[in-house]
C-alpha cells in the first residue's frame, strides 16, 4: 500500500501562563511582525473588552497599528463576512489576532485562511480545543454552508498566548465543557479505528496517540481539576492545546470528534429546530461520550463518575434538555456526516432503540 503526501503545519508558538501577554510583542517580533499593522478580532461583550483594555494598549505602546472587529454571534457574522473580508483587505494587516471562546477563533481562523493572513489565537476560556486546531466549529461550517459555495483551506494558528489570568475569569461551567470535549477523544480515536478497519480509512497512530494522551491527562488530573484553580485550568488548556495539535498531525478532526460529537451537533441542529437551548458543546459531548462508551463495550458507568467529580451533567434533568430531544438526537447522528464512518453506523436508528440506549446508561 502506497502512503501518501501529508502536509503538517503547528504552531511556532505556544506560550501559556498568568501573564503571558506580555510576552505579546516579543512573539510578534519573532513572527516578523514590528511597527506594522494587527487586526483585532473578538467577541462584542468581555472579550471586547479585553481586546480593547488589555491587548491593544500593550500593541500600541510597541509602535504596532490596530484595527479590530468585533463579533456579536455566528448568525451575525455569517451575514457580514464579506464586509469583514473587505475590512481586512483595506487595512491589510501583517498578523490577525483571535481573541476570545470558539467564537472569536474560529471567525479569526476562518477569515485570516480566506485573507491568505497569518493568525494567532489568543483564548479566554478553556472549554474546546479549536484554541490550536485547523478547524471551525460544525455549527459556523453549518451556516457558512446554507449561504455561500466556500471551499477553503483552514490554517493553524501560527502562535497561541492563553494568558490564563484572563482564563480563570470564566466561568466554571466553561471549564467543564472544556473536560467534556476532551474525555470525548477516548470515543473519537474508538470510532476512527473501527473506520479504518471496515472502511479502510487513513489511520495516524501519532495522532490518535495525542488524543487519548489528552484524555488520560483529564483522567488523571480529575481530582485536582475538581478544585478549579490555577492548576485545574492549566491541566485543561495544555490537554486541549495538545488535542488542537492533534487535528493538525492527523490533517482532520477524526481523532477529536467522532460520535459523541455528532450526538452534540445533533442537538445543535435540533435547537434550531425546535427552538429549546442547547448547551455547551463540551457538555453534551461528554453526555455524548457516555451513551457512546455503552455502545463500544467500555464502562460508561466510569464516564459518568469522571463527569461527576467535577460537577458535569450526566442526564437530561442536569443539562437541562428534555429527554425528547436526546432520543432524537441520537437517531439524527449518524446522518449529519455521510463522510464520518463510527460506532452508530449508517442504518436508520429507531425511536425505541434510540430510547432503550439512554435509559439503558441512566441518560434519561
Known amino acids: 500500500m502506497s502512503i501518501g503526501f501529508n502536509k503538517i503545519i503547528l504552531p511556532r508558538y505556544v506560550y501559556t501562563g498568568p501573564g503571558i501577554i506580555k510576552e505579546l510583542p516579543i512573539v510578534l517580533n519573532s513572527l516578523a511582525v514590528s511597527k506594522a499593522r494587527v487586526m483585532l478580532i473578538s467577541g462584542s461583550n468581555e472579550t471586547q473588552k479585553i481586546s480593547q483594555d488589555s491587548i491593544k494598549p500593550v500593541l500600541e505602546r510597541e509602535g504596532l497599528e490596530v484595527d479590530s472587529i468585533f463579533i456579536k454571534d455566528m448568525k451575525d457574522f455569517v451575514e457580514n463576512i464579506h464586509e469583514h473580508i473587505h475590512k481586512i483587505k483595506e487595512s491589510d494587516p501583517r498578523i490577525i489576532l483571535g481573541i476570545g471562546g470558539g467564537k472569536a477563533i474560529d471567525s479569526a481562523k476562518l477569515l485570516a485562511s480566506i485573507s491568505n493572513k497569518r493568525f494567532m489565537s489568543i483564548p479566554t476560556n478553556a472549554s474546546h480545543d479549536g484554541v490550536s486546531s485547523p478547524v471551525i466549529s460544525f455549527v459556523l461550517s453549518l451556516y457558512l454552508r446554507s449561504k ?102 492527523a490533517g482532520s478532526s477524526r481523532p477529536a470528534s467522532g460520535s459523541e460529537h455528532l450526538f452534540s451537533h445533533a442537538l445543535d441542529i435540533l435547537a434550531e429546530k425546535y427552538g429549546f437551548k442547547n448547551e455547551l458543546h463540551g457538555l453534551q459531548c461528554g453526555l455524548g461520550t457516555i451513551i457512546m462508551s455503552q455502545l463500544h463495550g467500555m464502562n460508561y458507568k466510569k464516564v459518568k463518575q469522571l463527569l461527576k467529580k467535577i460537577n458535569a451533567p450526566t442526564n437530561s434533568e442536569e443539562i437541562g434538555i428534555e429527554k425528547e430531544y436526546l432520543i432524537k438526537a441520537v437517531m439524527l447522528s449518524n446522518k449529519i456526516r455521510k463522510d464520518r464512518y463510527t460506532i452508530l453506523g449508517e442504518s436508520d436508528i429507531s425511536y425505541n432503540t434510540a430510547e432503550k440506549l439512554l435509559k439503558r446508561v441512566e441518560v434519561i
Open 148 to 249: 455561500y459555495d466556500l471551499k477553503i483551506e483552514l490554517k493553524a494558528p501560527v502562535a497561541i498566548l492563553a494568558d490564563l489570568n484572563f482564563i480563570m475569569k470564566c466561568p466554571k461551567k466553561s471549564l467543564i465543557a472544556g473536560v467534556g470535549d476532551l474525555i470525548a477523544k477516548k470515543i473519537a480515536v474508538k470510532d476512527w479505528q473501527l473506520a479504518h478497519m471496515l472502511r479502510g480509512e487513513e489511520y495516524s497512530e501519532y495522532a490518535a496517540s495525542m488524543a487519548l494522551m489528552s484524555a488520560k491527562l483529564i483522567e488523571d488530573n480529575i481530582s485536582e481539576i475538581s478544585k478549579f484553580d490555577e492548576k485545574a485550568f492549566s491541566i485543561v488548556l495544555k490537554a486541549l492545546i495538545g488535542s488542537g495539535i492533534g487535528i493538525s498531525v
